[in-house]
Nanobody
Framework: QVQLVESGGALVQPGESLRLSCAAS????????MNWYRQAPGKQRELVAV???????NYANFVKGRFTLSRDNAANTGYLQMNSLKPDDTAVYYC??????????????WGQGTQVTVSS
């Protein structure tokens, strides 16, 4: 019914940048919050950043000043711009969205994840 697809993950060197995308498709009426999580090997999944439907953002302390969220509501797409990447940022990044369908159904959706590796 609804799909979230992340893209943009890659292998980069410390200090470089990446932009992740999260595209939602399906019978979508609106998307409330779009959240980014990450999970490093052997660690629990952690919240990275949140952007609400009105564009308000909130970031985990470990990415503040380096990562920036944005979204294109018309395209049902969110973006995570990641600058000054560090090896500790290496993880699978997941998009999560709070979606209202045209039918009125409310869904909590997850993407499949995209791998970000920061290494020299």
């Amino acid at each position: 019914q609804v799909q979230l697809v992340e893209s943009g993950g890659a292998l980069v060197q410390p200090g470089e940048s990446l932009r992740l995308s999260c595209a939602a498709s399906g019978n979508i009426l609106s998307i409330y919050a779009m959240n980014w999580y990450r999970q490093a090997p052997g660690k629990q999944r952690e919240l990275v950043a949140v952007i609400t439907s009105d564009g308000s953002t909130n970031y985990a302390n470990f990415v503040k000043g380096r990562f920036t969220l944005s979204r294109d509501n018309a395209a049902n797409t969110g973006y995570l711009q990641m600058n000054s990447l560090k090896p500790d940022d290496t993880a699978v990044y997941y998009c999560n969205a709070d979606i209202i369908l045209v039918s009125g159904e409310h869904l909590d959706c997850w993407g499949q994840g995209t791998q970000v590796t920061v290494s020299s």
